[in-house]
């Protein structure tokens, strides 16, 4: 494709992608590289994109972060998953946890063992078998070098962009301020060559990070990339956001609220408590929008409410020449699972991981192509399912989400946990088998049968065993201490 060595690497665009991409790739490459990050205070950044799941972690392992700097730096809180209300039916609740439920055996997964013992009327709820799901509902969190605790965080979007900031200049990369007005392309190849700021000022790089947001400005506005929009599954196209006061101790959940055309978050940060309102302009304006989060917020509002426009969908490659598009230049399929910034993330790894420092060759594009398209369609299929399996009839918003088609690939899933209980992790993707019955069952998809292994455990044994984990479980939360209390000894930011 283009034999030239790449040493040089510019990243237009300074939000949560931009300065993830330059933490990484200086901590990582640094020393191989000469990395410059171009950003636009003028334009400043998206704003929103508080809600991370467990593979931040590793991440931020992978960045060479202590955690609890980290935490005080973004006034951060620890999550434990997400509670789904009035997503089935209005008054519904239930908890995608990250935990493990239950013990799986290799012929089944335990789910059809809590379905073979529900029907045999001595199962607890599903959720009394994960560890992670009853310390959220009861607002406890602990973690150290021997807990057993799958969690995430919940951080300040801006406070984050700035912590990665102050550590990629300490590791070496130079920060340009300034607004991109043009984007420089050799005549042959159309590779790009170099950004031309307003105020002249020419960054030649051998590839390019597009991190510029929703404008895709190097790889929509220059290279035409090309964009599948996924509209048709993913109806909402309009949050609203606002920052409220805490009014009580922080949850160690994300709080996801169906309303009439959409949803409703609440992401629980140290000092305030972040809201949004998720919903198709097609079924509500800005103005009933506007209300209705209003109506509904907790605390004092700290901000006025914004609207931010998007297009669910993907970038139909996210590399295209020598330039390769991370965060919402890539594509969003909006934020009901908190999976973007984990996006970005995997994407800079396997920016990494394939990095082309002796030129920039078709079949690694090809492969680095492929690889975004699976992962980034199997988590739309997740997101489908939760609006795919309602059963409201209480607005147009909802009737048309659940009599909408769905991709193959996700018709194909229901109607294997319908017909069998079967649920499972494809290669590629993210959520695990639990994160799928989770979701099924919370959205009360009921299977018809499951695995007949489970009819070979007697029901005493199948009894005992259940309440010996179950009281298991509630002993260990029963010693944590609460979420709130954790924080403050833990990670409280220290006063200056
Ligand atoms: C409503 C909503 C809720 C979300 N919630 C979550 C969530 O809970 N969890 C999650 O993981 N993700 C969430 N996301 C996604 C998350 O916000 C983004 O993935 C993340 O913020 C990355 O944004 P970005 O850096 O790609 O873009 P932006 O934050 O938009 O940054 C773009 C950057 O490009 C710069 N730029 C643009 N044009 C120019 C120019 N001409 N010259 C110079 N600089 C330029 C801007 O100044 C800015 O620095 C949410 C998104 C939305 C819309």
């Not at 169906?258 to 103005?287: C, F, K, T």
Request: net charge negative.
């Amino acid at each position: 494709m283009d034999g030239q060595e790449v040493r040089k690497v510019v990243i237009a665009g300074g939000g949560t992608a931009g300065w993830i991409a330059a933490a990484a790739l200086s901590r990582q490459l640094g020393r191989l590289l000469d990395i410059t990050l171009v950003e636009s205070d003028e334009i400043g950044t998206v704003g929103v994109g508080e809600s991370t799941i467990p593979t931040a972690r590793s991440f931020n392992a992978l960045l060479g972060l202590d955690e609890r700097e980290f935490m005080r730096a973004t006034q951060a809180t620890f999550k434990l998953g997400i509670a789904f209300e009035d997503w089935a039916r209005l008054g519904d609740r239930y908890l995608h946890s990250f935990g493990q439920i239950g013990t799986s055996t290799w012929i089944a997964d335990f789910h059809h063992f809590w379905l073979e013992a529900r029907a045999r009327r001595i199962a607890g709820g599903l959720g009394d078998y994960c560890f992670e799901l009853q310390a959220a509902e009861a607002g406890k969190f602990a973690t150290g070098p021997d807990a057993a605790i799958n969690y995430a965080y919940h951080l300040d979007a801006t406070l984050y962009g700035r912590y990665l900031r102050e550590r990629s200049e300490r590791q070496g990369v130079s920060r340009v301020e300034g607004k991109i007005g043009q984007v420089e392309q050799d005549p042959e190849s159309g590779f790009i060559r170099a950004l031309v700021l307003e105020s002249g000022a020419r960054i030649e790089g051998d590839l390019f990070i597009d991190c510029t947001g929703f404008r895709g400005l190097l790889i929509e506005q220059t290279l035409k990339a090309g964009y599948e929009d996924w509209g048709q599954w993913l109806a909402t196209d309009s949050a609203l956001a606002v920052q409220t006061g805490s009014v009580g101790p922080a949850l160690p959940y994300t709080r996801a609220i169906a309303h009439e055309a959409g949803w409703q978050w609440r992401i629980p940060l140290q000092h305030r408590v972040g809201n949004g309102l998720v919903y198709s302009s097609a079924h509500m304006d800005d103005d009933a929008a506007q209300a209705l989060l209003m109506a509904k917020l907790e605390g004092d509002a700290l901000t006025e409410p914004r609207v931010i426009r998007y297009r669910t969908g993907r970038r139909r490659k996210t590399w295209e020449k020598n330039c390769v598009a991370l965060g919402l230049a890539s594509g969003f399929v909006e934020p009901l699972e908190s999976t973007s910034i984990h996006l970005i993330m995997i994407a800079v790894t396997r920016l990494m991981q394939m990095f082309p420092f002796s030129g920039i060759s078709e079949p690694v594009v090809r492969r680095f192509n492929d690889q975004a398209q699976n992962e980034l369609e199997r988590i739309r299929d997740f997101i489908i399912l939760h609006y795919k399996l309602t059963e409201r009839d209480d607005s147009a918003f909802w009737r048309q989400c659940r009599d909408m088609d769905v991709p193959a690939t996700l018709a194909d899933r229901i109607g294997l946990f319908r017909e069998a209980g079967f649920a499972y992790q494809a290669s590629d993707d993210l959520f695990r088998v639990d994160s799928w019955v989770q979701v099924m069952l919370g959205q009360r998809l009921e299977p018809l049968g499951n695995h007949q292994v489970s009819r070979l455990m007697p029901p005493e044994r199948m009894q005992q065993s259940l309440a010996d984990l179950k009281s298991k479980i509630a002993a260990a939360v029963q010693r944590m201490p609460t979420h709130q209390d954790f924080i403050e000894q833990y990670c409280a930011p220290i006063p200056a």
